[in-house]
């Protein structure tokens, strides 16, 4: 089956500044594709491009078979976007938003409020609720914004850090709609901050500075970028530069409280660790092995990247 997105060097300027650089990938029908990467580097800009707000400077993107450069109004059409602002409007209701987005796509009535109350019904949200949208608590105006977004049943959504800003719970809750809407084959290209909520996604694309740097699944990622072993050291004073002085440490990075060790695979293990440490100074150092995480590729990469 071919891919619901392909994009190929798409390149956006703004003015002397380049927001995105030489960035190409694929997304498969029905895939979970996450696209993280810090403030400012690019992914909003390339969500707009994809969704056809916003030409290109260069380069061609199909979205669910329409050229954003040169149809930007049926791939407008044929996408959904949940902003990084959730669009709502806030003095209607629940009901009423869903009603004026199914308007805008020029929905009948009859099958626009019956597709209403089901994606409501589908996110815990009720037909009735007679609160305006500004005044609805923010997991509930979140799932709103999605189901806004899904009101003509797209086969690609774009999720703009939907989970900004809500609460853990909300956040899960959230996270299990998204699983329940690609089982039933809707395409998500989602951008988060949460690294641990792109473990859930089938594959990861990981901007830095305008350019994708690293795509694969979470598993693909960890293999390539942090190989090896991974230790967490816990304690005060460690000593990050006799650590890191060590035959077999690849690198330490700050990580919470503690650091975050990332050895070769003959490494001797974490008591040894844990000993260099106290030697060195550290008040009750304590180390264990760890399995490496998103975040643990996120700062490989950025610091492989600053380093280049
Ligand atoms: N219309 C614009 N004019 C000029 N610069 C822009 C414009 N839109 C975005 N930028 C710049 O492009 C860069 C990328 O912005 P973008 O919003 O795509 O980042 P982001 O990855 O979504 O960041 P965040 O995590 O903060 O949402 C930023 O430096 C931003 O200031
Ligand atoms: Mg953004």
């Given at each position: 089956?071919?891919?619901i ?9 703004f ?14 029908r ?6 993280l ?13 994809l ?9 061609r ?38 009603d ?57 959504v ?23 809407l690609?089982?039933?084959g ?10 641990d ?17 690293a ?7 960890k ?21 890191a002085?060590l035959?077999y ?41 760890i ?6 590729v ?11």
């Amino acid at each position: 089956m071919s891919p619901i997105l392909e994009a190929r060097a798409l390149y956006k300027r703004f003015g002397d500044f380049t927001a995105v650089r030489d960035v190409s990938f694929e997304v498969a029908r029905g895939e979970i594709f996450g696209y993280l990467g810090a403030n400012g580097a690019g992914k909003s800009t390339t969500i707009r491009i994809l969704c056809g707000l916003l030409t290109p400077s260069e380069g061609r993107a199909i979205v669910a078979g329409h050229d954003v450069a040169t149809d930007p109004e049926s791939v407008r059409l044929s996408v959904g976007y949940m902003s990084q602002k959730f669009s709502l409007y806030p003095d209607l209701t629940a009901a009423e938003n869903l009603d004026f987005f199914g308007g805008a796509y020029r929905i009948p009535r009859k099958p626009r409020l019956a597709r209403a109350r089901e994606l409501l019904a589908e996110v815990g949200l009720r037909a009735d609720d007679r609160r305006p949208a500004g005044a609805l608590p923010g997991g509930m105006r979140q799932r709103l914004a999605l189901v806004t977004a899904l009101i003509h049943a797209p086969p690609i959504v774009f999720l703009d850090e939907p989970t900004a800003g809500v609460d853990p719970e909300a956040r899960r809750n959230f996270w299990r709609i998204i699983r329940t809407l690609a089982g039933e084959g809707t395409t998500v290209f989602v951008t988060t901050h949460y690294m641990d909520e792109a473990e859930y996604c089938a594959r990861v694309g990981l901007m830095v500075d305008g350019s994708l740097v690293a795509l694969d699944t979470p598993s693909g990622l960890k293999r390539e970028f942090v190989p090896g072993r991974t230790f967490a050291l816990r304690g005060r004073r460690l000593p990050e530069a006799a650590l890191a002085a060590l035959p077999y440490v690849r690198a330490v990075e700050p990580f919470g409280a503690g650091l975050h060790v990332r050895c070769a695979d003959d490494a001797p293990g974490a008591e040894a660790l844990a000993r260099v440490a106290r030697e060195a100074g550290a008040d009750q150092p304590s180390a264990e092995e760890i399995a490496p995480t998103l975040e643990d590729v996120f700062l490989a990469v950025a610091g492989r990247k600053a380093a280049a």
